[in-house]
């Protein structure tokens, strides 16, 4: 069993910056990507940005040079620093990840957190 918790949402207005958070906690051996992804109503889930081992980084086109994903998935931590926040970024950010846990044994995993709400005024 793993569980995501996310937090840092909340409401900024158009230019302003807001920083996300999420850990990781449960019998995980070893986790291999730690990802943001938002869900704006009305449009399907969208990565926004990931984290893979040896730091290696994928951005959306929408958020490149706006947006820096950091941490450490080996500890079971990714966090999201958004600058320049604009209307369309607002939706609800969920946190994934995948790797191994131990249940009986080693087994994959792929985990989403609940989420946390992003607004941005116009």
């Known amino acids: 069993q793993v569980q995501l918790v996310e937090s840092g949402g909340g409401s900024v207005r158009s230019g302003g910056s807001l920083r996300l958070s999420c850990r990781s906690s449960?019998?995980?051996?070893?986790?291999?990507?730690m990802s943001w992804h938002r869900q704006i109503p009305g449009k399907e889930r969208e990565l926004v940005a990931s984290l893979a081992t040896r730091g290696h980084t994928i951005y959306s086109d929408s958020v490149k040079g706006r947006f820096t994903v950091s941490g450490d998935i080996d500890k079971g931590t990714i966090d999201l620093q958004m600058y320049d926040l604009k209307a369309d970024d607002t939706g609800r950010y969920y946190c994934n990840a995948d790797g191994q846990y131990y249940h009986n044994g080693p087994r994959k995993f792929n985990a989403w957190g609940l989420g946390t709400q992003v607004t941005v005024a116009a």
């Open positions: 449960g019998s995980i051996i070893s986790t291999e990507t």
